[in-house]
């Protein structure tokens, strides 16, 4: 049996840090850390997202708002927004909820932001930085994908890291993180020849493609760390026997359930650790979004 590694927990102890961190900032500062949203549009997986960041700034003790803007303004509109938000020195972490609508330039957006602000950690300083091994601000999935394995005491240095996926988002600064950290990287895409020759030998197995059931048991090495970052929405009409049975609840009162991009139930009796969908990678999401604010805010208030 692995051990399971519990994203909520682990982001519950993170939150705690910055909520003690921030009452003390309050009392010697007198100025809350504060994070801007800019929403645009009318997408409901966005609008719960925004809505989970804010009760997050809330329970860490961050001022928050989120700006809505409706789902036909121009570049222009939201570049006058993001400029405002720049000068705003209320505002210490801004970011843009993706996806835009089509008609909005998100480079230009996202370069817009200035990268001391730039929470995401999505805009190519940030990104540059990264690379060049200085100190930035990092994408949260993938920074919250090392505290996992780092707060789980899994050893990083001399490890074979194998991630599957290389986005903007979590695959590639994921990977930087880990060479960063003296592991021994594969990057795995689309045009791999042989996926299961990469992921069967490593130490360390990262997943993040959207892929359902795309790494089974034979693809896994016994007693590895496997972190599986895809977060996939199965309905009863297309799940298996096995999934029906296992979340027989969730078919029951939603008529759906999330799983990740690893068999789960054949992966897990023969590795050393797993992280579950959900309650793994997806609570450390916004907890190191709110890490990221807190050291946005503590740079710009001259604290480090
Ligand atoms: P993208 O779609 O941007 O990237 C997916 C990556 O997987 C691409 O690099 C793609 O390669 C690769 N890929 C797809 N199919 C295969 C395959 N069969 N074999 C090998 N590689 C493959 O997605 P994201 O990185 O944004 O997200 C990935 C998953 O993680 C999604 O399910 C998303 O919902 C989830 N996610 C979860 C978060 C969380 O907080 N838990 C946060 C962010 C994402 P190529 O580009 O070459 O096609």
């Known amino acids: 049996m692995a051990i399971l590694i519990d994203g909520n927990k682990i982001s519950s102890d993170i939150k705690n840090e910055i909520k ?12 809350k850390p ?3 949203v800019i929403l645009v549009g009318e997408n409901p ?15 860490v003790g961050f001022a928050s708002e989120t700006i809505k803007m409706p789902e036909n303004v121009t570049t222009e509109d939201v570049l006058a927004q993001i400029d405002k938000l720049n000068k705003d020195k209320n505002t210490h972490g801004i970011l843009v ?30 990104m540059g930085k990264l690379v060049a091994q200085q100190d930035c601000l990092v994408p949260a999935t993938a920074a919250g994908i ?23 988002i979590v695959g590639k600064p994921c990977t930087l993180l880990l060479l960063n950290e003296w592991a021994t990287v594969t990057i795995c895409h689309i045009e791999t020849r042989d996926l299961k020759m990469h992921t069967k030998d490593a130490d360390i197995l990262i997943v993040a493609t959207g892929v359902p059931y795309l790494i089974k048991e034979d693809m896994v090495k016994e007693g590895s760390a496997v972190i599986d970052v895809g977060i996939n929405r199965i309905t009863k009409e297309k799940a298996n026997p096995d999934l029906l049975e296992w979340r027989k609840s969730d078919f029951e009162t939603k008529g759906a359930t999330l799983i990740g991009d690893v068999d789960f139930l054949k992966v897990e009796p023969k590795v050393g650790y797993i992280t579950p969908v959900p309650g793994g990678v997806g ?4 907890a190191m979004l709110l890490l990221n604010t807190l050291k946005a805010a503590k740079k710009l208030m001259g604290i480090i």
């Open 45 to 59: 997986a966005s609008k719960v997202y925004v809505s989970n960041k804010q009760k997050g700034c809330d329970e």
């Open 97 to 126: 909820q993706l996806p835009l609508p089509q008609q909005i330039d998100k480079n230009k957006v996202l370069e817009a932001i200035i990268p001391e602000k730039d929470v995401d950690g999505f805009h190519p300083v940030n």
């Open 283 to 286: 609570p450390m999401t916004i």
């Open 20 to 31: 003690q961190e921030t009452e003390e900032i309050v009392r010697t500062k007198g100025i």
């Open 34 to 36: 504060g994070l801007s």
């Open 146 to 168: 090392i505290q996992l394995l780092k707060r789980s005491g899994i050893n990083l240095k001399g490890s074979n890291a194998t991630m599957v996926g290389h986005s903007e």
